[in-house]
Nanobody
Framework: QVQLVESGGGLVQAGGTLRLSCAASGLTFSSLYTMGWFRQAPGQEREFVAAISWRRDITNYADSAKGRFTISRDDAKNTAYLEMNSLKPEDTAVYYC?????????????????WGQGTQVTVSS
């Protein structure tokens, strides 16, 4: 059974930093799986944030994340990360980790096979 478990969310002031983690189990993490992060704010649709391909040769960021967020992965630990700097109130959302087989850094959620339960990020002004 595949499980993705996010952690690292919380309450932070604007301009602050958070590092989200996504621990994967039940899949061969390094075998063709792109790892992605998406988010959903109240009353809004889920949106793409960032993705990294299985060989790390493709990283893809939403415009809102470019220059502030960094996605990475540690295959030895079966864990993906999202480092978020210079956080803004509009970054407030539930952040979801996703794994997509052969997704090649895709930004569309239909490319992802497995999803975590999400972790809340709240940025106060």
């Amino acid at each position: 059974q595949v499980q993705l478990v996010e952690s690292g969310g919380g309450l932070v002031q604007a301009g602050g930093t958070l590092r989200l983690s996504c621990a994967a189990s039940g899949l061969t993490f390094s075998s063709l799986y792109t790892m992605g992060w998406f988010r959903q704010a109240p009353g809004q649709e889920r949106e793409f944030v960032a993705a990294i391909s299985w060989r790390r040769d493709i990283t893809n960021y939403a415009d809102s994340a470019k220059g502030r967020f960094t996605i990475s992965r540690d295959d030895a630990k079966n864990t993906a990360y999202l480092e978020m700097n210079s956080l803004k109130p509009e970054d407030t959302a539930v952040y979801y980790c996703a794994a997509g087989f052969d997704a090649w850094g895709a930004a569309t959620d239909v490319k992802y096979n497995y999803w975590g339960q999400g972790t809340q990020v709240t940025v106060s002004s």
